[in-house]
């Protein structure tokens, strides 16, 4: 190390605002010497600290914006579990309706099978009631026929009796087969009304038969009717014309 010291060299080492201590001999060199090693030794340390500083703020800031990514993937992560919360207790809620319901089915679905057999006996029993009341039914319209027969053959000069009691007759006959009609068509109606409650499947089991084979002699007997009305109604035309006829008769023979 040099023992001189210029002034030059003085103000670079030191600034005159911070080593402003009198220089005196060698030894005041030596002073200054010292203290520009402390002064460079602290400027270095505060370097390394502020350089270790910068990391330092540069690590935090890396770290919480690392804790912020977290915190919002941990939100999401819960706002995912409360809405798979919520659809786990509406299932759980739907799944106990459905057992509910199921149970209930159940419980109607035994009681309409101990049903069956008594429904299907007052079916029966109205089947035989309408075969029946249709049975009278046609025994009154060959009643009916065979009388018109009768009278038509009957040579008796009193047409005003004869007619007087056709007529009667008639409306007796009339009045009878309105009324076995209606019941008929009541009858049916309950049959219909029968045969709706009482599944298919059991239908067919109970009469061995299927829905075809049910429905052509239904249609058969269908036909058969409207054609057995036909014959009534054209009965009834002749019935009026005999009777318009006689009553011709009658105003001749006064006349």
Same mark, same amino acid.
């Given at each position: 190390?040099?023992?001189?010291?210029?002034?030059?060299?003085?103000?670079?080492?030191?600034?005159?605002?911070?080593?402003?201590?009198?220089?005196?001999?060698?030894?005041?060199?030596?002073?200054? +010497?010292?203290?520009? !090693?402390?002064?460079?030794?602290?400027?270095?340390?505060? &370097?390394? *600290? $502020? =350089? %270790?500083?910068?990391? @330092?703020?540069?690590?935090?800031?890396?770290?919480?914006?690392?804790?912020?990514?977290?915190?919002?993937?941990?939100?999401?992560?819960?706002?995912?579990?409360?809405?798979?919360?919520?659809?786990?207790?509406?299932?759980?809620? +739907?799944?106990?309706? !459905?057992?509910?319901?199921?149970?209930?089915?159940?419980? &109607?679905? *035994? $009681? =309409? %099978?101990?049903?069956? @057999?008594?429904?299907?006996?007052?079916?029966?029993?109205?089947?035989?009631?309408?075969?029946?009341?249709?049975?009278?039914?046609?025994?009154?319209?060959?009643?009916?026929?065979?009388?018109?027969?009768?009278?038509?053959?009957? +040579?008796?000069?009193?047409?005003?009796?004869?007619?007087?009691?056709?007529?009667?007759?008639?409306?007796?006959?009339?009045?009878?087969?309105?009324?076995?009609?209606?019941?008929?068509?009541?009858?049916?109606?309950?049959?219909?009304?029968?045969?709706?409650?009482?599944?298919?499947?059991?239908?067919?089991?109970?009469?061995?038969?299927?829905?075809?084979?049910?429905?052509?002699?239904?249609?058969?007997?269908?036909?058969?009717?409207?054609?057995?009305?036909?014959?009534?109604?054209?009965?009834?035309?002749?019935?009026?014309?005999?009777?318009?006829?006689?009553?011709?008769?009658?105003?001749?023979?006064?006349?």
């Amino acid at each position: 190390m040099s023992t001189e010291y210029s002034p030059s060299r003085r103000s670079k080492l030191s600034p005159e605002s911070t080593y402003n201590t009198p220089m005196v001999g060698n030894f005041a060199e030596s002073q200054n +010497e010292v203290r520009y !090693l402390r002064y460079l030794q602290k400027l270095a340390e505060q &370097t390394k *600290s $502020g =350089t %270790q500083s910068v990391q @330092a703020g540069e690590m935090f800031r890396t770290v919480s914006d690392q804790l912020k990514k977290h915190v919002e993937i941990i939100s999401k992560f819960e706002i995912q579990v409360k809405a798979e919360a919520q659809k786990n207790e509406k299932l759980t809620m +739907e799944n106990e309706r !459905l057992k509910r319901e199921l149970s209930n089915l159940q419980v &109607t679905f *035994s $009681g =309409t %099978q101990r049903e069956p @057999a008594d429904v299907i006996r007052q079916q029966k029993a109205e089947i035989e009631s309408l075969k029946a009341h249709v049975g009278t039914l046609q025994a009154e319209i060959k009643q009916h026929s065979q009388s018109k027969k009768q009278f038509e053959i009957l +040579e008796n000069k009193d047409y005003a009796k004869l007619a007087s009691a056709y007529r009667t007759e008639k409306m007796q006959h009339k009045l009878k087969t309105e009324q076995l009609q209606k019941m008929v068509h009541e009858l049916r109606k309950q049959k219909t009304y029968l045969e709706k409650m009482i599944p298919e499947s059991q239908r067919t089991t109970t009469f061995m038969t299927s829905p075809e084979s049910v429905a052509v002699p239904m249609r058969a007997e269908k036909n058969k009717s409207e054609e057995k009305n036909k014959i009534i109604i054209e009965e009834e035309d002749e019935n009026v014309m005999a009777d318009e006829k006689v009553e011709g008769q009658m105003e001749e023979e006064e006349k």
